[in-house]
Nanobody, 121 residues
Framework: VQLQASGGGLVQTGGSLRLSCAASGGTFSSYHMAWFRQGPGKEREFVAITLSGGGTAYADSVKGQFIISRDNAKNTVYLQMNSLKPEDTAVYYC????????????????WGQGTQVTVSS
């Protein structure tokens, strides 16, 4: 499975961005699809996941702020990011897995290349 993330950029505090991750080479609908992020000098952390059978989960830090969704017909997962803050600045990665170990980076089989999100104060 190949993943291609896009949609990052520079935005002011309070602004919004929508990230996309297009998948190819596999049965997209069978994968749990997630977003992680890695801020400057920080470890990569879980942000949100949309499960193959339906359902979503979020890190506490983004609940009520970010919305993850998927379009299986387009083999694409999205991350709508609202009310952005400087602490949301990071490289955002999409990832795919079929395991249930989806809070940790080690549980993922496939990763996109990352897209930079910078929130200015």
């Amino acid at each position: 499975v190949q993943l291609q993330a896009s949609g990052g950029g520079l935005v002011q505090t309070g602004g919004s961005l929508r990230l996309s991750c297009a998948a190819s080479g596999g049965t997209f609908s069978s994968y749990h699809m997630a977003w992680f992020r890695q801020g400057p000098g920080k470890e990569r952390e879980f942000v949100a996941i949309t499960l193959s059978g339906g359902g979503t989960a979020y890190a506490d830090s983004v609940k009520g702020q970010f919305i993850i969704s998927r379009d299986n017909a387009k083999n694409t997962v999205y991350l709508q990011m609202n009310s952005l803050k400087p602490e949301d600045t990071a490289v955002y990665y999409c990832a795919a897995t079929k395991t249930t170990v989806w809070l940790n980076t080690g549980g993922y089989d496939y990763w996109g290349q990352g897209t930079q999100v910078t929130v200015s104060s």
